[in-house]
């Protein structure tokens, strides 16, 4: 009698150990599911996302590439332009040149579009590289000109080389000078700036670098034969070339000089 009875308490031990595992399991088999469910979706999500990025960072590189293409047409056409104006103006006469020809401006409107090239990142490095090469030649070039049409013709231009570094040793200071020889442009169209990246690898740059004796501390600015090293003001500057003063100022700065004068 006992026997049975255990037995059946057994029996009756097992259905309800069946059936309690049997309703366990189903939230558990359901949490999963559900939890599968959440990183299905987050991955679509994310996949989603990283899609649109992907597909945006492409149309921008593309628009940007664009660009960056037509600047550099536009470089060359103007290299050429350039190099035609020097062959033109060796071969006028005196009476035909003067301290403010046309180069200096177009030199400076080929380095802006330079400068924006190189802002845009290094992807197109190596372009740019060879694009300033030709403009670091072509300013050579112009300054080696404007020297012999001095000497031949009783022209006075003011000259400042100026020597900076792209190699992460001069950002500050090289962007300070930067500023305040563009300041003195703007001043003083008839100033002649030359601006060179002093470790850029062309032959000519660095033979006139050993011409001049610069140093490798940047900023360096070539005035009169004479080098300095390290960040000068628009008063250090002034100071040291007192051929400013002879200079034509723009319209623009004579206009707030006469402003501030009248307050």
């Not at 559900?34 to 989603?48: D, P, Q």
Request: glycine letters at 4%; aromatic letters at 10%; one cysteine or more.
């Amino acid at each position: 009698m006992y026997g049975d009875a255990d037995g059946i308490d057994c029996s009756l031990l097992s259905v309800y150990c069946s059936l309690t595992f049997m309703f366990m399991e189903e939230p558990v088999i359901s949490t999963r599911n559900a939890r599968w469910s959440s990183y299905a979706v987050a991955f679509l999500i994310t996949a989603l996302i990283f899609a649109t990025a992907l597909y945006a960072s492409n149309y921008f590189s593309a628009l940007r590439i664009a660009e960056i293409r037509a600047t550099q047409d536009d470089i060359s056409t103007d290299i050429l332009s350039l190099e035609t104006q020097f062959d033109l103006l060796q071969e006028h006469s005196c009476s035909d040149v003067a301290e403010n020809t046309i180069l200096p401006s177009e030199l400076s409107s080929l380095g802006n579009q330079l400068a924006y090239m190189e802002s845009q990142g290094s992807s197109n490095r190596a372009e740019v590289l060879r694009l300033k090469r030709l403009y670091s030649l072509l300013e050579i070039k112009d300054y080696i000109l404007m020297k012999q049409l001095a000497a031949k013709c009783s022209l006075e231009p003011v000259f400042i080389l100026y020597f900076y570094s792209n190699e992460g040793d001069c950002t500050r200071a090289c962007e300070d000078q930067g500023s305040v020889l563009t300041a003195l442009s703007d001043t003083y169209p008839q100033l002649r700036i030359y601006s060179f990246d002093y470790n850029l690898d062309v032959s000519a740059l660095q033979t006139l670098i050993a011409i001049d004796k610069v140093g490798d501390e940047m900023p360096a600015l070539v005035i009169k034969g004479n080098v300095y090293h390290g960040f000068q003001s628009i008063a250090d500057i002034e100071s040291i070339l007192p051929e400013l003063s002879t200079l034509e100022k723009s319209a623009t700065s004579t206009a707030a000089t006469s402003s501030d004068t009248a307050r």
